[in-house]
């Protein structure tokens, strides 16, 4: 649109100003998945996806999640992001997909992650690749087996930690992980050495219902493990 000013007395000129949609960007960016429409991520016109936010997000900054479904899967790979739910009359995010964490520093909070699936394809439903000082607070996570298929859950992990040689810094508290083969697993992927891990806290966290194993890890150093449930819980602790 064309808009006229005043530049001195008894003148006038015009100046063409062109509008372009923007898309917000920033430290804060904010989804709802109740609106009918997507927004440009900010607190007046959230996204509707926690992907489309993590397309816009600063390195650093935080994606504020209302409470709601979330049937997407998707992978944080700028450090530091955080990923909050919000919490609401004791509801909380629920993600229906996969969560790869592939960057540092990165922090999920309030936010629980399921799957429903026939348990046979290997599946990690929260997976740390290659991270370090990765913070899970306040996540449940759950594998559920689809109804028409009994097959017993052998190849879905909780959380997978996967690296090679040293991984420094994992947080798991006041979660719980459930009906899954493995509840946190840490594993190698060169058969040279096993992945060892440094500054390990895992606090006030319930493992149910797992398969085979509630926790592995094939090397610790600097860890502190307490107020843990295991309840029906396979083959190893």
Request: aromatic residues 6%; glycine residues 10%; charged residues 15%.
């Amino acid at each position: 649109p064309s808009l006229p000013f005043a530049v001195g007395a008894g003148e006038e000129n015009t100046v063409t100003i062109t509008l372009e949609p923007c898309v917000y960007t920033g430290d804060f960016v904010y989804v709802d998945g109740n609106v009918s429409a997507s927004g440009d991520g900010s607190h007046a016109n959230p996204f509707k996806t926690i992907t489309e936010a993590l397309s816009v997000v600063a390195e650093g900054g935080t994606i504020w999640v209302a409470p709601g479904t979330y049937p997407e899967s998707f992978t944080i790979a700028k450090e530091g992001v955080k990923v909050v739910g919000a919490v609401a009359d004791g509801d909380q995010p629920t993600v229906q997909g996969t969560i790869e964490i592939a960057a540092n520093g990165v922090m999920l909070e309030n936010v629980d992650v399921s799957i429903t699936g026939d348990g046979l394809s290997h599946t990690d439903i929260v997976l740390v690749s290659d991270a370090q000082d990765v913070t899970l607070s306040g996540v449940d996570i759950s594998f559920n087996l689809d109804p028409l298929d009994s097959e017993p859950r052998v190849v879905i992990s909780g959380v997978r930690i996967k690296g090679v040689g040293n991984a420094s810094g994992f947080t798991l508290t006041d979660s719980s992980i459930q009906g899954v083969a493995h509840g946190v697993i840490a594993e190698h992927e060169s058969a040279d050495a096993p992945l060892a891990l440094d500054r390990v806290e895992i606090d006030t966290v319930e493992f149910r219902n797992i398969s085979w194993k509630g926790m592995y890890f094939e090397a610790l150093s600097n860890a502190s493990i307490a107020s843990v449930v295991l309840f029906n819980v396979g083959n190893f602790g």
